[in-house]
């Protein structure tokens, strides 16, 4: 007789069941495979002995109520947990959002894998004319998106992005194509710091924590700097979206 474990059961009922009423009865088929155990037939049988009367139909009781429990709460953590994420191009995992703009509705982002989201990626940053500081991807903070400089006005690092972006190199350092963003890596950055680079610049944080000075690139080298990146660390990202219209720059963030 093939019994589940626990985890199995969960993979099965939070990707096949259709509902409910299928999850509860897999959850009832794991715990009768759980009675027919023979250490644990063993010690009901001598359970049984030990009590009769009321106080066997109590612990029966007890016991009932402790697998409806149970039951109950492995549903509502499936019901939270169990849900797959497929892409909307290709059908395959889905580890990210994709949006026009930052702060978008959660209607309005897409979920796409990482292949469909670096097609997107690279239409937006082959047709953005303005100039752009792109900042690596990085771990812990839930999204990736560009944030135009006249958004953020008061803050120090539209004043230090500005001048980086006035004196950056026309080619792009990686294959000689016209450039047009800057790309900066993200080593030290945390959830935890992540706002100080918005008050701080780039100068104070990034460029203190051992990452070089930022280098030109053109918009298809920035879309594959960011992919590698993003692919080596296993990232993911409830909201990715790419530049528009205007200077700004492209960091990890919360909001």
């Given at each position: 007789?093939?019994?589940?474990?626990?985890?199995?059961?969960?993979?099965?009922?939070g990707n096949l069941g259709?509902?409910?009423?299928?999850?509860?009865?897999?959850?009832?088929?794991?715990?009768?495979?759980?009675?027919r155990i023979p250490v644990l037939t063993s010690i009901s049988r001598r359970t049984l002995f030990l009590f009769h009367g009321h106080g066997m139909h109590t612990l029966l009781l007890v016991g009932v109520g402790g697998v409806i429990v149970a039951a109950l709460g492995v549903i509502a953590y499936l019901r939270r947990?169990?849900?797959?994420r497929l892409c909307v191009n290709c059908g395959a995992l889905s580890r990210f959002g994709f949006s026009n703009h930052a702060e978008s509705p959660m209607k309005e982002i897409a979920r796409l894998?990482?292949?469909?989201?670096?097609?997107?990626?690279?239409?937006d940053y082959a047709q953005f004319r303005a100039h752009a500081l792109v900042i690596e991807p990085a771990a812990n903070l839930p999204c990736y998106v560009f944030q135009?400089?006249?958004?953020?006005?008061?803050?120090?690092?539209?004043?230090?992005?500005?001048?980086?972006?006035?004196?950056?190199?026309?080619?792009?350092?990686?294959?000689?194509?016209k450039a047009n963003f800057l790309w900066l890596t993200s080593n030290g950055l945390t959830e935890d710091n992540a706002e100080n680079i918005f008050t701080e610049g780039v100068s104070e944080t990034l460029l203190r924590w051992?990452?070089?000075?930022?280098?030109?690139?053109?918009?298809?080298c920035c879309v594959d700097l960011i992919c590698k990146s993003i692919e080596s660390q296993s990232?993911?990202?409830?909201?990715v979206c790419g530049?528009?219209?205007?200077?700004?720059?492209v960091l990890p963030m919360g909001y």
């Amino acid at each position: 007789m093939v019994r589940w474990s626990a985890s199995t059961l969960i993979s099965i009922t939070g990707n096949l069941g259709p509902g409910p009423l299928f999850r509860f009865a897999l959850i009832g088929h794991w715990l009768h495979s759980l009675a027919r155990i023979p250490v644990l037939t063993s010690i009901s049988r001598r359970t049984l002995f030990l009590f009769h009367g009321h106080g066997m139909h109590t612990l029966l009781l007890v016991g009932v109520g402790g697998v409806i429990v149970a039951a109950l709460g492995v549903i509502a953590y499936l019901r939270r947990h169990g849900k797959t994420r497929l892409c909307v191009n290709c059908g395959a995992l889905s580890r990210f959002g994709f949006s026009n703009h930052a702060e978008s509705p959660m209607k309005e982002i897409a979920r796409l894998c990482l292949n469909c989201l670096k097609t997107k990626l690279a239409d937006d940053y082959a047709q953005f004319r303005a100039h752009a500081l792109v900042i690596e991807p990085a771990a812990n903070l839930p999204c990736y998106v560009f944030q135009p400089s006249s958004k953020w006005k008061d803050r120090k690092l539209v004043e230090e992005t500005g001048k980086l972006l006035s004196k950056m190199e026309t080619a792009c350092h990686h294959c000689g194509a016209k450039a047009n963003f800057l790309w900066l890596t993200s080593n030290g950055l945390t959830e935890d710091n992540a706002e100080n680079i918005f008050t701080e610049g780039v100068s104070e944080t990034l460029l203190r924590w051992g990452n070089g000075p930022p280098c030109s690139v053109c918009g298809q080298c920035c879309v594959d700097l960011i992919c590698k990146s993003i692919e080596s660390q296993s990232l993911t990202f409830l909201e990715v979206c790419g530049p528009r219209l205007e200077d700004g720059f492209v960091l990890p963030m919360g909001y």
